[in-house]
């Protein structure tokens, strides 16, 4: 590969880990090209799925502000560029190398920190930001519920009071 190809690829790369809210490094060592292919269809839509070299790739995480990926960009390397949500990538990583023990999950960045494989493992372990502002929202709503019970409690008690002290009035009557 002649030198301007390097450096465009490392500039494609550079802008991959700029553009991406988080990145997840695999070694997919053992892999068929079909069960490629199938975990980039799992990650359509949340991630795209890259065999990168190590040299550029270390060249590109510099040139991009991550200087602690170097360590971990040995053996065969593939990254996960997540554009979507990235509790959803990890969990396809996650569920893909359960079912193919070949890929490895070997490190991840979010927002510029650095996950080892277990924080991606528990990254996975999240529930997707949809559910997790529905809870929110419920908690809310039952929280304005409670409030506005509590400001009509004291009008009911006293409506009560009164109905009560009624009664007792037409009773002696």
Partial sequence: MARPDKAAAVAEITEQFRESSAVMLTEYRGLSVAQLKQLRRSLAGTASYAVVKNTLTAIAAKEAGLDNL????????????????????????????KANPQLVIKAGVLEGSKLSAEDVSKLAELESRDVLLGKAAGAMKAALFQAAYLFTAPATQAARTIEALREKQAAEA
Avoid: M, Q
Avoid at 85 to 91: H, I, L, N, Q, R
């Fill in 70 to 97: 170097e360590d971990e960009l040995s053996g065969p390397t593939a990254i996960a560029f997540v554009t979507g949500e990235p509790v959803d990538a990890a969990k396809a990583l996650r569920d893909f190398a």
